[in-house]
T-cell receptor, first 116, second 112 residues
Framework: DAGVIQSPRHEVTEMGQEVTLRCKPI?????LFWYRQTMMRGLELLIY????????DSGMPEDRFSAKMPNASFSTLKIQPSEPRDSAVYFC??????????????FGPGTRLTVL | GNSVTQMEGPVTLSEEAFLTINCTYT??????LFWYVQYPGEGLQLLLK?????DKGSNKGFEATYRKETTSFHLEKGSVQVSDSAVYFC???????????FGTGTRLLVSP
């Protein structure tokens, strides 16, 4: 299996621009998670989906952030407009349901976002 | 609320030394506990887990025991290698849906 795939791996943009991060989960996994990692705040869960439906978006920092999962093999995290404080590494992870609960999460390699 | 506290790093050791990375947690109910490892430039990987009190998780020579009485899940390895250099994250989940709460991570540096 190819694992969780994220693109781009690196993104540099200017303040005010729209940024779209992409994720392809492992085939057959029905949970998808978006995380943000910064030195100051560590690893934070932003939102997660089950069967393409957003279940908990309480970690999304503000309305500038939005996430979608149009089908089981693709998700996006969009920031519009971007700000320098959004600079971070964004991880996508997926897992499957096993015995009625979510099993181990598998993480992608991350997208390093720099907003100038 | 739920939280995980890890020892500050970096932890610097020589090869073949004994490793302990402390982790304590605060949670309602009976959470599952995890250790994840992040190698440079990569995403996190599950290292080991324990789902109930007194369980011991183990993998690749690493071990951690779920201690409910001390709310701890300390990571240990008897003899570290240079290849173990990475950042180690302790985490908990008490939802059953893998809504993980992570500690801040502890960087381990192993020198030859």
């Amino acid at each position: 299996d190819a694992g969780v795939i994220q693109s781009p791996r690196h993104e540099v943009t200017e303040m005010g621009q729209e940024v779209t991060l992409r994720c392809k989960p492992i085939s057959g996994h029905d949970y998808l998670f978006w995380y943000r990692q910064t030195m100051m705040r560590g690893l934070e869960l932003l939102i997660y989906f089950n069967n393409n439906v957003p279940i908990d978006d309480s970690g999304m920092p503000e309305d500038r952030f939005s996430a979608k999962m149009p089908n089981a093999s693709f998700s996006t995290l969009k920031i519009q407009p971007s700000e320098p404080r959004d600079s971070a590494v964004y991880f996508c992870a997926s897992s499957r349901t096993l015995a009625g609960v979510a099993d181990t999460q598998y993480f992608g390699p991350g997208t390093r976002l720099t907003v100038l | 609320g739920n939280s995980v506290t890890q020892m500050e790093g970096p932890v610097t050791l020589s090869e073949e030394a004994f490793l302990t990375i402390n982790c304590t947690y605060t949670a309602t109910g009976y959470p599952s506990l995890f250790w994840y490892v992040q190698y440079p430039g990569e995403g996190l990987q599950l290292l080991l887990k324990a789902t109930k009190a007194d369980d011991k998780g183990s993998n690749k020579g690493f071990e951690a025991t779920y201690r409910k009485e001390t709310t701890s899940f300390h990571l240990e390895k008897g003899s570290v290698q240079v290849s173990d250099s990475a950042v180690y994250f302790c985490a908990l989940d008490n939802t059953g849906f893998q809504k993980l709460v992570f500690g801040t991570g502890t960087r381990l540096l192993v020198s030859p």
